[in-house]
């Protein structure tokens, strides 16, 4: 009895399900960068690896599998060099990365939270509580990186064309006319009514997230609800009659999702998954078009938290 590999039994499933055939080649590069960015890791040596099977690895592991497979069935190849300005982890062998040395004698063993950014931002936050916070509509900017660039108000998915039914309806009776047929994914976006406020942090300290967010500091965060106690009293002297919360991000598979995210608010692109992302977030009581950053004075945060410095 021959007995299939588990590449091959992924294959196999794949074959049953060719979820990736309706991609263009653009958008199959594009996800094949966005599966490599979650699947590549930095271990503390400064080398490049991949996720432990044993954890997140098998997930990123298959969906490759699953790329690969699509590839060889259309016979077609990823054009020379399309990794070269992906945002991937980046390798600092034969030197130590500079966070692994940064954090030493740093506890990381409970619950935390780490805010990277530049030291000029950091030392204020660390020493006084000084906080920018800033408007979702300010992240979907051009001159912001690839890991940090992202439309806030809006979340698409999208829809395999031969399960989903579009039909031209007359717009009295609303009795359908006829069936048209789609080209390629159909792509369901749901928008955000109002601009709002959201203060993103993360889950965890990685070496990579330094190169992401172009810091060269972090804070590291050692009570979270303290922080977000002290965080919401300071929104509710501002903007009484707001609304907020605060929780870690959940990310989706714009082609595997099952329907669409509830909200914009907590739900984001699994491109974005490496980063673990915490997020705060005020909402207004009434929509408004486009808020403005401001800034919240929180008094010193050296009692429970770190700063660390590279």
Known sequence: MKYMTRQEYIEKQYCANRYLQHLSLKDLVQRTIDVLANYYVLNEQGKIGLCPI????????????????????????FPDGFLKDAPLVKSTWPEVPKPIKAIEGINLSDDYLVKYSKQCFLRPMFEKGELRIAPASSYNDPSLNQAQKDSELERSILLDPSETKIELVDEHTLKSEKRIEAIGNITATIDCTSDYYVYCLSLVYDARLFDDFEADSCVVIHEPIKFVERLYKDFAQRFPGWRGRATGVAYYDPLLIAQMPESVFFHKHFRYAYQKEYRIVLLPPKPVKR????????????????????
Not at 56 to 76: P, S
Not at 291 to 310: A, I, Q, R, Y
């Open 54 to 77: 044993s954890g997140e690895g098998e997930y990123w592991a298959t969906l490759f599998i699953h790329i690969m497979t699509e590839m060889d069935l259309r016979k077609a190849s």
């Open 291 to 310: 808020l403005e950053p401001f800034f919240v004075g929180l008094g010193s945060l050296e009692e429970f938290c770190d700063f660390v410095s590279l």
